[in-house]
C-alpha cells in the first residue's frame, strides 16, 4: 500500500544540460519497488497553490547497499524546477510506491527497450535488472542530445543506442528500420517501450512491419502518468483502450502495445 516517505536528498546533480539525477535516502523503498514503479514527490514550497498536485517520477535504479532510490528528470516546469533547486541533506515528502512493476520474464534471452522522455527512467531500471539474465539493447531518442541519458548510468553490457531529431517517431522508425542492417525486433524476445502517444502508434506499425506477426505479451509499453492521486480518484490519466475506459495510474502504467493500437 502507497504511503508518505520523508526522505533525505543523498545526492543531485545534472548528468546533462537537462537532465538530473537525483539520489534519496529510502531503505524501505530501496528494498521493495521494481522496475515500473514510481513516486509522487511534492514539489512545492507552503503557499505555492498552483504547483499543490504531486510530480509523479519514475524510479531509474536502486542501490540497497546503500539504502538508497534514484530518480532520473528534467526540469522542465514550475514544479520539477523548484525540485532541481534542492540540495544534499534537504527532505523531499514522497508518497508511493504506485504502478504495477514490469513483469520481465527470467528466460528473456534478448530484451529490447525503446523510449523517450520521462519513461527511460523506468527502462534504466528495467535494463539493470535484465541484465542479471539477458541481452538488453536501449534505443533512446531525443530531440537533442542533452535529452539522452547519458551511457555511465547503463549496466556496461547494456547496447545503447541512440537517436536524435525533431520528429521521436521519425527517429523510432529510423531506428527499428535501418536502410542497411537489420532490425533489433528481428532478435528480440521482447519490446519494452516508453515512447509518447503518436510514436507507439507508429511502433505498432514498424512491429508488423517487421515481425509480420507478435503474439500478445511480446511488447509492452508505458503509458505516461500525468500530475494527479495515483490512486484512480481524479481521473485526470483516463485513457481509452479497445473502447473501454482505463486508468494507468491504478492499471498500469505498462499495458500491452496490442491494446494501445489506434
Sequence with gaps: MARQHLVTIA?????TARLRWLALQAGDLARDVRPGNYLLLRCDDPGDGYRLLRRPLFIAATMPE????????EAHEPGLAWLARRSVGETLDA????GRPLSLDSRLHNLLLVGAGAGLAA??????????HAAVTLLAVASDPDGLPPSFLLPGATEYLTGTG????ASVTA??????????????????AALPPDALTVLSQVVRTVRFRWSRGFALALIDIPPGCGVGACGVCAVELRGAACLPCVEGPWFDLRDIER
Design 95 to 98: 508518497f508511493g510506491v504506485f
Design 123 to 132: 527502462l534504466i531500471f528495467a535494463a539493470r535488472v535484465a541484465a542479471s
Design 175 to 192: 531506428m527499428l528500420q535501418p536502410a542497411a542492417g537489420v532490425s533489433p525486433l528481428a532478435w528480440a524476445d521482447a519490446l519494452v
Design 166 to 169: 525533431a520528429d521521436l517517431a
Design 66 to 73: 546503500l539504502g538508497q532510490v534514484a530518480l532520473l528528470y
Design 11 to 15: 545526492d543531485h546533480r545534472p548528468v
